[in-house]
């Protein structure tokens, strides 16, 4: 069985003074945002179809983000896995308002 090998060349902007360009912690910053990235606007997208929304004026993006945060936090509050919650919660209705009032 071979093994296959590949590289990737990625360029990027930074406003790093030169003394802080050390390849490893390039890498970690890189690690780190894509680790932001997977867990939570990843996750906002595939609960909530985020990217797919129209919203693009004004506030209103900004607040929808809070407020998809916020429904996020308290379905993990529950312990469920938020996507199955979300369709559960738009299933039972008063499950969800239940949830919002006694948090």
């Given amino acids: ?7 990737q ?3 990027a902007i930074t406003s790093l003074p030169p003394e802080k360009l050390d390849p490893d912690y390039l890498l970690e910053l890189s690690r780190d945002h894509w680790r932001i990235e997977n867990s939570l606007f990843h996750v906002r997208d595939v609960t909530f179809k985020e990217d797919a929304c129209r919203v693009r004026s004004g506030f209103a993006p900004q607040i929808l983000a809070e407020l998809r945060n916020a429904a996020l936090n308290l379905i993990r509050k529950t312990g469920q896995k938020p996507r199955p919650a979300r369709e559960a919660f738009a299933e039972r209705k008063w499950d969800a308002i239940r949830l919002v009032m006694t948090s």
Avoid at 1 to 7: A, D, E, F, G, L
């Fill in 1 to 7: 069985m071979k093994t296959w090998c590949t590289r």
């Fill in 9 to 11: 060349v990625i360029y």
